[in-house]
């Protein structure tokens, strides 16, 4: 039979730390900022060798170098030890193709790259530590075995990253731990074979051990054939994310934990494949005493249990334990490659690829945003309710959702986008250190380095919005009457740049950017993705003709021209009555896409944010979504006014 294999990718990033203590309720947000890294691989992280000419080697050793070289490539050193003590901030030390042999490395200076020379693979035996912030360590194999069987990688320092790396210890101790005896933020392990690691009789099988870390990224890594867990999350681990991984024939696959004093909170493991654990349970959770994380999921992962013992089979593998909750997630068998010879990619029959969504669908910003956060039951109503609904009743305009005019495209951007000017009439922004962190750049500024897609256009009307959100970093840039002069150049009227990672939340906290409340064109979108999954896990984003010139939380400013005490204020959430039922939404006649859109302003509401001439909700343009004509501005029309109401303002 002819193979087919899934290519899927993975959207993320990071989020302040939430800390657990012993008799109280404490959530503590630290001041690290977060950072997003986005990117599309194939399921099977098969490593690659870096092309030669993929980037430049500052300084280079050489199994046939001498650490009494210069680190040039015709006079090598021979360690990387050497190798990497020769380096200053922002340069990369390659490695020839071979092996070498060093029962510790440690790499201390901050901002720099640790990689095999291009067009080669050099196998690194020995002890592995990252104490320098910002560092980078890729395309190698690294074989942790050492002395003392100490873990290895071991990543003591923040925003460090390891990608496309072949790591194991076979016999040795745990292979990746991240944090332990230091705080650690924002570490990345992705697109890494991890395998392999720790001994069978020992307690310390780990592929990857996590413990006093913040916003975690582990993302599109194999993680397979290791004793103990493939990922171990605690004591300690805070806000991070395990996305799209295949964990696959460990003692455990994955175990999310406390110790009495300290436990891991709202961290979120989806869309992985997690199978065959041989001792244990798939997922798993352990809180000793009666502190218990909370505001974990698991959730639209594929999950399949072949345990000899058939009671960690049961639910997929994945426990009845405290801790986490676990929803959407498939029972199946994975269907790999080639299992015995350690392919793990996805065959064309495999009922596991649909858990696997594509680079850009992906819920924008932090899972505590208040875009992100559903309307808690029982939440008031507010006591201006029925004279805001009134007033938008009042208009005489039904609730519509043109993705023709008016709307926002979407242009999912990559390194190959050129980079381009955008020469602004009036100001731009830029947000890289989360919602209060504007930087400003005077009056009509000539904005450079944009990455700008080949046929990106605004959308149609006055407002001429454009979104170009680049995958690989993270990030959002946004344009208001954007377009394209008679020269070909780029001008628009304001803009900025912004993140959809976590640690932002969906708003311009000092109101001097995004659109009428202060909030990002991307925040509360109607996306494709969305409706075709049949769930939208997010509020919407509303507009209507005369909101107050008030505004409340989340909005930061208002350009309602309403009348203050009648309208409603920007930034006021409206919820669709939780009551109502499918057999209220077949007898107003809601297409399929309505109900998914109805379902949602239950859940999660929708939030004022702009005066428009019509009373609408906001769906990515027609011209990047690729609407079916199914999709129309009529959409939510027949939801009537009298079914909404207006609740309490969340707590910022």
């Known amino acids: 039979m002819q193979r087919v294999f899934i290519t899927f990718g993975w959207v993320?990033?990071?989020?302040?730390?939430?800390?657990?203590?012993?008799?109280?309720?404490?959530?503590?947000?630290?001041?690290?900022?977060?950072?997003?890294?986005?990117?599309?691989?194939?399921?099977?992280?098969?490593?690659?060798?870096?092309?030669?000419?993929a980037w430049a080697c500052s300084k280079v050793a050489s199994p046939a170098g001498s650490d009494l070289g210069t680190g040039s490539e015709e006079s090598p050193y021979r360690s990387a030890q050497r190798l990497v003590d020769t380096l200053e901030p922002g340069q990369t030390a390659c490695l020839r193709g071979g092996d070498y042999g060093e029962d510790?490395?440690?790499?201390?200076?901050?901002?720099?790259?640790?990689?095999?020379?291009?067009?080669?693979?050099?196998?690194?035996?020995?002890?592995?530590?990252?104490?320098?912030?910002?560092?980078?360590?890729?395309?190698?194999?690294?074989?942790?075995?050492?002395?003392?069987?100490?873990?290895?990688?071991?990543?003591?320092?923040?925003?460090?990253?390891?990608?496309?790396?072949?790591?194991?210890?076979?016999?040795?101790?745990?292979?990746?731990?991240?944090?332990?005896?230091?705080?650690?933020?924002?570490?990345?392990?992705?697109?890494?074979?991890?395998?392999?690691?720790?001994?069978?009789?020992?307690?310390?099988?780990?592929?990857?051990?996590?413990?006093?870390?913040?916003?975690?990224?582990?993302?599109?890594n194999t993680i397979y054939d290791n004793p103990q867990r493939g990922i171990k999350m605690g004591p300690d681990v805070q806000g991070s994310l395990i996305r799209g991984n295949v964990i696959d024939g460990n003692g455990i696959g994955l175990s999310l934990s406390?110790?009495?004093?300290?436990?891991?909170?709202?961290?979120?493991?989806?869309?992985?494949?997690?199978?065959?654990?041989?001792?244990?349970?798939?997922?798993?959770?352990?809180?000793?005493?009666?502190?218990?994380?909370?505001?974990?999921?698991?959730?639209?992962?594929?999950?399949?249990?072949?345990?000899?013992?058939?009671?960690?089979?049961?639910n997929g593998g994945i426990s009845p334990g405290r801790g986490f909750t676990a929803h959407h997630n498939l029972i199946a068998?994975?269907?790999?490659?080639?299992?015995?010879?350690?392919?793990?990619?996805?065959?064309?029959?495999?009922?596991?690829?649909?858990?696997?969504?594509?680079?850009?669908?992906v819920r924008p910003y932090d899972p505590a945003s208040p875009w992100n956060t559903p309307i808690p039951a029982g939440t008031p109503v507010d006591p201006m309710s029925e004279i805001w609904m009134n007033a938008i009743a009042d208009n005489g305009l039904p609730l519509t959702s043109d993705a023709d005019q008016h709307a926002i495209p979407v242009y999912i951007s990559d390194e190959s986008a050129p980079l381009r000017s955008v020469k602004l009439s009036g100001y731009y922004s830029t947000y890289d250190a989360g919602d209060d962190s504007r930087k400003g750049y005077g009056f009509a500024p000539l904005i450079t380095g944009v990455p700008i897609p080949a046929n990106a256009r605004q959308s149609a009307g006055s407002d001429g919005q454009i979104t170009i959100w680049d995958p690989l970093s993270g990030t959002e840039y946004s344009f208001w009457q954007f377009a394209t002069d008679a020269e070909g150049n780029y001008t628009a009227s304001n803009g900025y740049r912004y993140h959809t990672s976590p640690g932002y939340f969906g708003r311009f906290a000092d109101g001097r950017s995004g659109r009428g409340a202060g909030t990002p064109y991307f925040a509360g979108l109607v996306r494709k993705w969305e409706i075709d999954q049949g769930r939208i896990d997010h509020a919407l984003a509303f507009a209507y003709r005369s909101p107050a010139p008030e505004f409340r939380f989340p909005a930061s400013k208002s350009d309602g021209k309403g009348i203050a005490g009648i309208d409603a204020p920007e930034g006021a959430r409206i919820q669709l009555?939780?009551?109502?039922?499918?057999?209220?939404?077949?007898?107003?006649?809601?297409?399929?896409?309505?109900?998914?859109?109805?379902?949602?302003?239950?859940?999660?509401?929708?939030?004022?944010?702009?005066?428009?001439?019509?009373?609408?909700?906001?769906?990515?343009?027609?011209?990047?979504?690729?609407?079916?004509?199914?999709?129309?501005?009529?959409?939510?029309?027949?939801?009537?006014?009298?079914?909404?109401?207006?609740?309490?303002?969340?707590?910022?």
């Open 333 to 361: 068998e994975p269907r790999y490659g080639d299992r015995a010879a350690k392919d793990f990619r996805l065959s064309d029959d495999s009922p596991c690829r649909q858990v696997f969504a594509s680079a850009d669908a």
């Open 12 to 53: 993320v990033s990071a989020t302040p730390r939430v800390a657990s203590r012993v008799g109280e309720v404490l959530i503590a947000r630290r001041s690290a900022r977060c950072a997003a890294l986005i990117g599309t691989i194939a399921i099977a992280v098969l490593l690659t060798t870096p092309t030669a000419g």
């Open 104 to 220: 510790v490395v440690t790499l201390s200076v901050p901002d720099t790259r640790l990689t095999s020379y291009p067009g080669e693979r050099a196998t690194l035996v020995g002890r592995l530590r990252v104490v320098g912030d910002r560092v980078m360590v890729d395309h190698l194999a690294l074989d942790g075995r050492n002395s003392r069987n100490l873990p290895s990688p071991t990543i003591n320092a923040d925003d460090v990253a390891f990608r496309n790396n072949d790591v194991s210890s076979p016999g040795g101790g745990v292979c990746f731990i991240l944090g332990s005896t230091v705080e650690v933020q924002r570490p990345v392990l992705d697109r890494n074979r991890i395998h392999d690691c720790g001994q069978p009789a020992t307690l310390y099988g780990h592929g990857v051990s996590m413990q006093n870390v913040d916003a975690a990224l582990i993302a599109s």
């Open 577 to 652: 009555d939780p009551t109502l039922t499918e057999a209220d939404f077949d007898a107003w006649g809601l297409s399929r896409p309505a109900k998914i859109i109805a379902r949602a302003l239950q859940e999660y509401g929708m939030y004022v944010v702009d005066n428009s001439g019509s009373s609408k909700i906001f769906l990515e343009d027609r011209i990047t979504a690729g609407w079916g004509p199914e999709i129309d501005r009529n959409l939510p029309s027949n939801i009537p006014w009298s079914a909404f109401r207006v609740v309490t303002a969340p707590t910022p």
């Open 258 to 314: 406390g110790n009495g004093e300290r436990a891991s909170s709202n961290n979120v493991v989806e869309r992985n494949v997690i199978a065959n654990s041989t001792h244990g349970w798939n997922v798993q959770s352990y809180w000793p005493l009666e502190l218990v994380g909370t505001g974990n999921e698991v959730r639209y992962n594929c999950v399949h249990g072949s345990n000899a013992d058939p009671y960690y089979n049961s």
